[in-house]
């Protein structure tokens, strides 16, 4: 069984910035892609950024610029630093694994952004 167990989101006001964390626990032998997803209500769930196991990113249009994700070298650790928030950024932020054939998610973190 795996687990990523998230922190980091809140309120902020637009402009400003905040930082996702996401750790993984469980039965991983390897390195592994991961990353952020979003889902606001009535929305599909999109992606925001990933880091392959081998530090290559890739991100959504929308945020490039704005958020880097990045890991600690050897680690199932995953971090998204968001700056120059926006309000359409406002969305539950769910962090992403794949192990193998399978997929896991954490349990999602709330980020609110005012105008």
């Known amino acids: 069984q795996v687990q990523l167990v998230e922190s980091g989101g809140g309120l902020v006001q637009a402009g400003g910035s905040l930082r996702l964390s996401c750790a993984a626990s469980?039965?991983?032998?390897?390195?592994?892609?991961m990353g952020w997803y979003r889902q606001g209500p009535g929305k599909q769930r999109e992606l925001v950024a990933m880091?392959?196991?081998?530090?290559?990113?890739n991100y959504a249009a929308s945020v490039k610029g704005r958020f880097t994700i990045s890991r600690n070298s050897g680690e199932n650790t995953v971090y998204l630093q968001m700056d120059s928030l926006k309000p359409e950024d406002t969305d539950a932020y769910y962090c992403?694994?794949?192990?193998?054939?399978?997929?896991?998610w954490g349990q999602g973190t709330q980020v609110t952004i005012s105008s």
């Open positions: 880091i392959s196991s081998t530090g290559t990113t």
């Open positions: 992403y694994l794949r192990f193998g054939p399978y997929d896991y």
């Open positions: 469980g039965r991983l032998v390897s390195i592994n892609p």
